[in-house]
């Protein structure tokens, strides 16, 4: 049956090119090469956060009015909805953190150089988008925390020369947030975000295949010196590999969205003054291009902070952790890439 259908496209769309693709395309193996499948768990929690969210789409109710009772229903009402909604929300954490983990793993690789600069600067760009889904994800069950959070989140806009007040209302809707930040980050979340990743993510997945993996300066060394790098087949062996680390991955998601629900709090209420002793975890990443030709094409900064209140000044309090991850040029792959400066402070900000 299956080999008639093929036989049938086949006929029509000549599927020689991809059959070529499939049974030519190989994959290195070295002592670093477990490093690969970091993008392919990501782009499964991917693949994870789309089924989950169509299903949430089904009940969920993007304004003021309704977005905590709808999550609520789920939650409560709708047969497993729990368990989804946990999934996309646990699954949306993970995503991010093994983003950062193939961010790093790419970058201690060295697979940004040439020719893979794009490759590079579109993950970049998945990186924001990924976080961008966070970020406005995060407001939609319209629940105490990520009220607050938004405002902080959103306030933090303020602080740009010149353009801040008008980024801040542009990303509220308004002076404050209100039903229509909600209605815009909804938009941002189930749209404009969405067709991004389409494009960007296609595009990623594109070079990879044009180019092929590449490999650490180490395993590049032997190879000139005349070493020959063992290969496996991409299909099946490498894209086995691949749904074995995707188990693995479903393994941890399956347990965390089982084990450790997500806390739905209480409804979020525009008008009512700031609870007492909220206090807010927060993440902030920052890139700073550098262009020398020998070096990475980003430093990092990754910051994370606890906000708390100060109701009677209506200001929040910061205990700011900052690391400044610096991709330095060096001879060897690994050893002397990272510079890492950690500091705290205490940051004191009106809201
Ligand atoms: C949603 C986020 C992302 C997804 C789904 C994704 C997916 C993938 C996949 C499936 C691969 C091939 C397997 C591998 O090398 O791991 C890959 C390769 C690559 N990715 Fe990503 N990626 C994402 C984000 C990023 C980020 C944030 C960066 C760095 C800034 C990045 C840079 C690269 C590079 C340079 C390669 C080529 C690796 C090589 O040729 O050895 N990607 N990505």
Same mark, same amino acid.
């Given at each position: 049956?299956?080999?008639?259908?093929?036989?049938?496209? @086949? *006929?029509?769309?000549?599927?020689?090119?991809?059959?070529?693709?499939?049974?030519?395309?190989?994959?290195?193996?070295?002592?670093?090469?477990?490093? !690969?499948?970091?993008?392919?768990?990501?782009?499964?929690?991917?693949?994870?956060?789309?089924?989950?969210?169509?299903?949430?789409?089904?009940?969920?109710?993007?304004?003021?009015? *309704?977005?905590?009772?709808?999550?609520?229903?789920?939650?409560?009402?709708? *047969?497993?909805?729990?368990?989804?909604?946990?999934?996309?929300?646990?699954?949306?954490?993970?995503?991010?953190?093994?983003?950062?983990?193939?961010?790093?793993?790419?970058?201690?690789?060295?697979?940004?150089?040439?020719?893979?600069?794009?490759?590079?600067?579109?993950?970049?760009?998945?990186?924001?988008?990924?976080?961008?889904?966070?970020?406005?994800?995060?407001?939609?069950?319209?629940?105490?925390?990520?009220?607050?959070?938004?405002?902080?989140?959103?306030?933090?806009?303020?602080?740009?020369?010149?353009?801040?007040?008008?980024?801040?209302?542009?990303?509220?809707?308004?002076?404050?947030?209100?039903?229509?930040?909600?209605?815009?980050? !909804?938009?941002?979340?189930?749209?404009?975000?969405?067709?991004?990743?389409?494009?960007?993510?296609?595009?990623?997945?594109?070079?990879?295949?044009?180019?092929?993996?590449?490999?650490?300066?180490?395993?590049?060394?032997? *190879?000139?010196?005349?070493?020959?790098?063992?290969?496996?087949?991409?299909?099946?062996?490498?894209?086995?590999? @691949?749904?074995?680390?995707?188990?693995?991955?479903?393994?941890?998601?399956?347990?965390?969205?089982?084990?450790?629900?997500?806390?739905?709090?209480?409804?979020?209420?525009?008008?009512?003054?700031?609870?007492?002793?909220?206090?807010?975890?927060?993440?902030?990443?920052?890139?700073?291009? #550098?262009?020398?030709?020998?070096?990475?094409?980003?430093?990092?900064?990754?910051?994370?902070?606890?906000?708390?209140?100060?109701?009677?000044?209506?200001?929040?309090?910061?205990?700011?952790?900052?690391?400044?991850?610096?991709?330095?040029?060096?001879? #060897?792959?690994?050893?002397?890439?990272?510079?890492?400066?950690?500091?705290? #402070?205490?940051?004191?900000?009106?809201?």
């Amino acid at each position: 049956m299956t080999q008639q259908l093929i036989a049938w496209l @086949d *006929e029509r769309l000549d599927l020689g090119a991809i059959r070529h693709f499939v049974s030519e395309k190989s994959v290195p193996v070295h002592r670093h090469s477990v490093w !690969y499948y970091m993008g392919g768990i990501t782009l499964f929690l991917v693949g994870v956060q789309v089924a989950t969210g169509i299903l949430l789409l089904l009940y969920y109710r993007p304004s003021a009015g *309704e977005a905590y009772e709808s999550v609520k229903f789920i939650v409560s009402q709708v *047969e497993f909805g729990w368990l989804i909604r946990n999934l996309h929300s646990w699954s949306a954490n993970l995503l991010i953190l093994m983003a950062f983990v193939h961010l790093f793993s790419t970058l201690f690789l060295r697979s940004y150089r040439k020719p893979r600069e794009l490759t590079w600067v579109t993950g970049v760009l998945l990186l924001f988008i990924m976080m961008g889904f966070g970020f406005s994800g995060y407001l939609l069950p319209w629940n105490e925390l990520a009220f607050f959070a938004t405002k902080v989140g959103t306030g933090i806009a303020g602080a740009v020369p010149f353009v801040g007040d008008f980024m801040v209302r542009f990303l509220r809707g308004g002076d404050e947030v209100t039903g229509a930040t909600l209605t815009r980050f !909804y938009g941002l979340h189930v749209a404009i975000l969405p067709a991004m990743t389409t494009v960007v993510l296609g595009m990623h997945l594109l070079f990879i295949q044009r180019q092929g993996m590449s490999v650490p300066p180490s395993v590049e060394a032997r *190879e000139k010196a005349g070493a020959r790098t063992p290969q496996i087949p991409f299909f099946p062996h490498y894209v086995l590999h @691949d749904v074995m680390w995707w188990y693995v991955a479903l393994a941890v998601l399956a347990a965390l969205a089982l084990f450790l629900p997500w806390e739905l709090g209480t409804k979020a209420d525009a008008f009512a003054p700031v609870p007492a002793g909220i206090s807010l975890p927060m993440m902030t990443f920052s890139f700073s291009p #550098r262009m020398k030709s020998e070096r990475p094409w980003m430093a990092a900064s990754v910051s994370t902070r606890v906000v708390s209140w100060n109701d009677a000044a209506d200001s929040h309090e910061s205990v700011a952790s900052d690391a400044l991850v610096m991709p330095m040029s060096s001879g #060897r792959p690994s050893a002397g890439f990272l510079a890492a400066v950690t500091s705290s #402070r205490l940051v004191s900000r009106k809201v």
